[in-house]
């Protein structure tokens, strides 16, 4: 067993998922000398582009995780990406997307023409959304995403159309979710309003790397340096003088501070007896099980910039909603649509959809014109999302009070589920603390 008995104002950062590379790529500009321990053999956590070649060998990706990222103007997403000097490329469907609801497809409600058509929305609806910018802001309770939508943009939007939207993106119901999943909601708010701060706040566009999000994992690590993968941390040991000594798998490493970029069950579990509070906060702190398929089909006349599908729960019968590349994105394999379906998350699966010919099955009853697919390949993604329920927020500051000193906790649990969350999250972070 080595030992490494560390320097001065060393920081180890255990996780190499994007929380423990933005985390490294801020600390290393504020001048500490860290170090990443990653426990897999690749960085990136959910943010990986693995390789799925095509039917023929031909060479194709899937995302494990996002498979495109939004990056508002002036964000610290948009940052990051120009000081990386990253290739971008458009990464969402530019081609058809719908709602699914009352059993068949509408146009989506993202647009003006798919608002007025929604099911179950009329004019009083159309009325009161109108109002949106003279709601008043929000006392700053607690509230739901229900209840946030409900109060700008009324009762009927909450009810018809913000669940499928909301399952699409946090994999659970509006009415289980705290606003404050969304940080850019209450943003908006203080803007103005959802209507007239996103005007002010200027569009977000849909942007990637052109290797996808591994590209940009891959390009933080390099930027930063000293990522060490197959280096799980096992356990955390305080030493005199606030000092950290860590126990890997064949390695201990003593430091000055240390930051968990990891998941809520993994940190609860680092912490254990020594801060027996939080670590029971954060085993608290429920986790969504998602599972992903991917597959391949003949390409459909007129999907070729790619589609996107939100169902309405629980008409899908935990079928959430599918997306698809477009056909020049290079992730995918000329002349096949490449779809990936959403199922399960906080939403009962009927006992057909464990299994892809139920999942198909039902993504056929919503996408008739889908021929059987050449190729198929599910990603289960187990205790991928954090549900931030209501309290989320005063669990998180009060768990933080219970850390012991120079030991730090970054990642979705704490700044929100989404990449460019962690990114303006942990920009914030590294650059109030305390050095
Ligand atoms: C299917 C799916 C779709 C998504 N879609 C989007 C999207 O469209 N847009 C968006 O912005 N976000 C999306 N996300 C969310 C986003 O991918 C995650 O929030 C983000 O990648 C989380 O990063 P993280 O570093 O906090 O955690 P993780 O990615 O979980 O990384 C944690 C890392 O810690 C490592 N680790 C674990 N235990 C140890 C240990 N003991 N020692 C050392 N290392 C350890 C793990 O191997 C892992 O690499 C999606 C996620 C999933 C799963």
Redesign the pocket.
Same mark, same amino acid.
Request: charged content about 20%.
């Given at each position: 067993m080595s030992t490494n008995r560390g320097t001065t104002h060393r920081t180890i950062i255990?996780? &190499?998922?994007? #929380?423990?590379?933005l985390a490294a790529w801020h600390l290393q500009r504020r001048g500490l000398e860290i170090e990443v321990?990653?426990?897999?053999p690749a960085?990136?956590?959910?943010?990986q582009t693995l390789s799925w070649p095509g039917p023929q060998g031909e060479p194709g990706f899937l995302?494990? &995780?996002?498979? #495109?990222?939004?990056v508002g103007r002036g964000s610290a997403l948009a940052r990051l990406l120009r000081e990386l000097n990253l290739e971008l490329r458009p990464s969402s469907p530019k081609g058809p997307r719908w709602l699914g609801k009352e059993g068949r497809r509408h146009p989506s409600p993202a647009t003006i023409i798919g608002l007025l058509q929604a099911p179950g929305i009329g004019p009083g609806d159309w009325a009161r959304m109108l109002v949106e910018p003279f709601i008043p802001t929000g006392n700053g309770a607690d509230e739901t995403l229900h209840a946030f939508f409900a109060r700008r943009l009324g009762t009927g939007f909450a009810r018809e159309l913000l669940p499928a939207l909301v399952a699409g993106?946090l994999a659970a119901p509006p009415e289980r979710i705290s606003a404050g999943a969304l940080p850019r909601l209450r943003c908006l708010e203080a803007m103005g309003g959802l209507l007239i701060g996103g005007l002010r706040a200027g569009p977000e566009h849909d942007r990637l790397p052109l290797g996808g999000?591994g590209a940009l994992a891959r390009a933080l690590a390099t930027a930063v340096g000293c990522v060490r993968t197959r280096?799980?941390?096992?356990a955390l040991e305080p030493l005199p003088g606030g000092r950290w000594r860590i126990h890997g798998d064949s390695l201990i490493s003593d430091t000055d501070a240390v930051v968990l970029?990891?998941?809520s069950p993994?940190v609860s579990e680092?912490l254990g007896t020594m801060a027996p509070v939080a670590a029971q906060a954060l085993e608290a702190i429920p986790r969504l099980d998602?599972r992903?398929w991917h597959s391949r089909h003949a390409m459909v006349k007129g999907w070729e910039r790619g589609i996107g599908l939100l169902i309405h729960p629980p008409e899908g019968r935990g079928l959430l909603g599918a997306v698809s590349f477009a056909s020049d994105d290079p992730r995918g394999v000329p002349g096949l649509i490449q779809v990936r379906t959403?199922v399960g998350g906080a939403f009962p699966v009927d006992p057909p959809l464990e299994a892809w010919p139920g999942v198909f099955g039902e993504l056929q009853r919503w996408l008739p014109e889908l021929s059987d697919p050449v190729q198929v390949r599910e990603?289960p993604?187990p205790a991928?999302?954090p549900l931030m329920e209501p309290g989320h927020d005063a669990r998180v500051a009060g768990l933080l009070t219970e850390f012991p000193p120079n030991l730090h906790w970054?990642?979705?649990d704490r700044f929100g589920?989404?990449?460019?969350?962690?990114a303006e999250g942990i920009e914030g972070w590294a650059r109030t603390l305390a050095l």
């Amino acid at each position: 067993m080595s030992t490494n008995r560390g320097t001065t104002h060393r920081t180890i950062i255990l996780g &190499g998922g994007m #929380s423990g590379l933005l985390a490294a790529w801020h600390l290393q500009r504020r001048g500490l000398e860290i170090e990443v321990w990653e426990a897999s053999p690749a960085v990136g956590g959910w943010a990986q582009t693995l390789s799925w070649p095509g039917p023929q060998g031909e060479p194709g990706f899937l995302e494990r &995780g996002p498979q #495109s990222l939004r990056v508002g103007r002036g964000s610290a997403l948009a940052r990051l990406l120009r000081e990386l000097n990253l290739e971008l490329r458009p990464s969402s469907p530019k081609g058809p997307r719908w709602l699914g609801k009352e059993g068949r497809r509408h146009p989506s409600p993202a647009t003006i023409i798919g608002l007025l058509q929604a099911p179950g929305i009329g004019p009083g609806d159309w009325a009161r959304m109108l109002v949106e910018p003279f709601i008043p802001t929000g006392n700053g309770a607690d509230e739901t995403l229900h209840a946030f939508f409900a109060r700008r943009l009324g009762t009927g939007f909450a009810r018809e159309l913000l669940p499928a939207l909301v399952a699409g993106v946090l994999a659970a119901p509006p009415e289980r979710i705290s606003a404050g999943a969304l940080p850019r909601l209450r943003c908006l708010e203080a803007m103005g309003g959802l209507l007239i701060g996103g005007l002010r706040a200027g569009p977000e566009h849909d942007r990637l790397p052109l290797g996808g999000t591994g590209a940009l994992a891959r390009a933080l690590a390099t930027a930063v340096g000293c990522v060490r993968t197959r280096r799980p941390a096992l356990a955390l040991e305080p030493l005199p003088g606030g000092r950290w000594r860590i126990h890997g798998d064949s390695l201990i490493s003593d430091t000055d501070a240390v930051v968990l970029a990891l998941p809520s069950p993994v940190v609860s579990e680092l912490l254990g007896t020594m801060a027996p509070v939080a670590a029971q906060a954060l085993e608290a702190i429920p986790r969504l099980d998602l599972r992903v398929w991917h597959s391949r089909h003949a390409m459909v006349k007129g999907w070729e910039r790619g589609i996107g599908l939100l169902i309405h729960p629980p008409e899908g019968r935990g079928l959430l909603g599918a997306v698809s590349f477009a056909s020049d994105d290079p992730r995918g394999v000329p002349g096949l649509i490449q779809v990936r379906t959403y199922v399960g998350g906080a939403f009962p699966v009927d006992p057909p959809l464990e299994a892809w010919p139920g999942v198909f099955g039902e993504l056929q009853r919503w996408l008739p014109e889908l021929s059987d697919p050449v190729q198929v390949r599910e990603e289960p993604c187990p205790a991928a999302f954090p549900l931030m329920e209501p309290g989320h927020d005063a669990r998180v500051a009060g768990l933080l009070t219970e850390f012991p000193p120079n030991l730090h906790w970054v990642g979705a649990d704490r700044f929100g589920p989404g990449i460019p969350n962690l990114a303006e999250g942990i920009e914030g972070w590294a650059r109030t603390l305390a050095l």
